[in-house]
C-alpha cells in the first residue's frame, strides 16, 4: 500500500503539557510530515488530548445549520413534512458516531 504524503498527518496524543516533537518522515520524502493537534477521521474529529469536545462541537454545528436551512425553508408546511424532514435531514447527524 502506498500513502501520500501530502494527505498524511501527525497526530501525537498525550495529556503532557510539553510534549517532545519527533519529526516524521513517510518512505523518504523530504518534507517532513505536518503535526497537527486535530483531524477528522471517518467523521469523528480525534484531537491531542482525546477529548470528545472538538467532536461534539463540529455535530452540534452541522446539526444548528441543518436545522436553521430547515426552518427558513419549511415555515409554511404542515408538521408531519417538519417532523420528516428532521428525522432524514438532523437525526442521523446527530447519531451518527455518538
Known amino acids: 500500500m ?6 498524511c498527518y501527525v497526530l501525537t496524543t498525550t495529556l503532557k503539557t510539553n510534549p517532545f516533537k519527533y519529526t516524521y518522515k513517510l518512505a523518504g520524502h523530504r518534507p517532513n510530515l505536518e503535526s497537527v493537534k486535530s483531524s477528522c477521521y ?3 474529529t480525534l484531537d491531542s488530548k482525546l477529548s470528545w469536545s472538538p467532536h461534539i462541537n463540529n455535530v452540534a454545528a452541522k ?3 441543518r436545522i436553521d436551512f430547515l426552518s ?3 415555515h409554511g408546511c404542515p408538521s408531519h413534512v ?3 424532514a428532521y428525522l432524514i435531514y438532523v437525526h442521523p ?3 451518527y458516531a455518538s
Open 2 to 7: 502506498e500513502f501520500n504524503p501530502n494527505k
Open 42 to 44: 471517518l467523521g469523528v
Open 63 to 65: 446539526a444548528t445549520r
Open 72 to 74: 427558513r425553508n419549511l
Open 82 to 84: 417538519k417532523e420528516k
Open 93 to 95: 447527524q446527530l447519531e
